[in-house]
């Protein structure tokens, strides 16, 4: 008897092995069809939505959503707002968090007709509840406009910060706009610069330059922290960065450096204003030490930059 039911119970594993393995042997191969019909995306989007269909077809969530989206648009396949929605949903019961996203903001733009926000609301709690950064922020936005009863500022800050929290950075920037705003509490620009502080350190550019733009106005000046966030920003690749920095040691006299991140700047798709410098730089001979005229006046016109990166 006992040898009986051991079998029993190895045959049963043996199976459900089987299937497991099945099912990942299906979900690698709905991968590579997903890669597939991306590469074709642009130049024939009708067997791009094809390819989505097949990874759809053996598990591989990211293919259902992407298909939902091709029906959604129309593009490569004929529009259908309904059949859109299966396919995100078919992504969203895979477990994959973007498809139930598009599931939400479906419902929530009306694609099929009425808007349905209460459901919206419910698929994006459930996101947030998750720790998918997406589903707060836009519960935050529900909230903050108006679109699930009356505006709820605290809602709407609570939700907001979970999405910083959870690596929505750009949360964060709003987040830190409305603490300035709010001059009643005393410990506002603390909390600016808390949240800025938390989403610079992850290497979000946007919010490195809100607090060089910070301690660059009064009442906050601080030279040294200015220097120190627009240096980072240089470092992760922005041009507007590295001309701020190269500003900084053009009024220090250290042409060496300036001509250094000029050339950074240039590199990094900086245009005519660091290209031109590093150039004039350059055939200046600006390792001997000499600083070029205005570099104070310049300084200031540098920061054009900034409010640049700042409106995106």
Known sequence: MFWREALLCLSILFVAGSAVAQQTEAQCYGKTLFEQGKDKADRNPSKAAASMKQACDCGFPEGCTMLGAYLEEGRGVKKDAQEAIRKYQRGCDLDYNWGCYKVASSYGRGITGE?????????????????????????????GHG??????????????????????????DYLARKYEEDSQDPQHFEKKVAILEQACKAKHPNSCAMLAEHYRTEPHVDWGRY????????EMGIASGCISSAAIYEYRDDMGV?????????????????????????????????AAPGALDRLWNFFNGFELLLGE
């Open 115 to 143: 808007k349905d926000l209460p459901r919206a609301k419910q698929i994006y709690e459930r996101l947030c509840g998750k720790k998918y950064g997406r589903g707060c922020v836009t519960l935050g936005y529900m909230y």
């Open 147 to 172: 679109e699930v009863g009356p505006v709820n500022r605290d809602k709407e800050r609570k939700y907001t910060r979970l999405a910083c929290d959870y690596g929505v950075y750009k949360a964060c």
């Open 258 to 290: 300036v001509a250094r991140y000029y050339r950074r700047a240039c590199k990094l798709g900086g245009g005519r204003l660091g290209c031109k410098m590093a150039e004039q730089l350059c055939s200046l001979g600006c390792r001997q030490g000499q």
């Open 227 to 234: 220097e120190k966030y627009v240096t980072l920003i240089c």
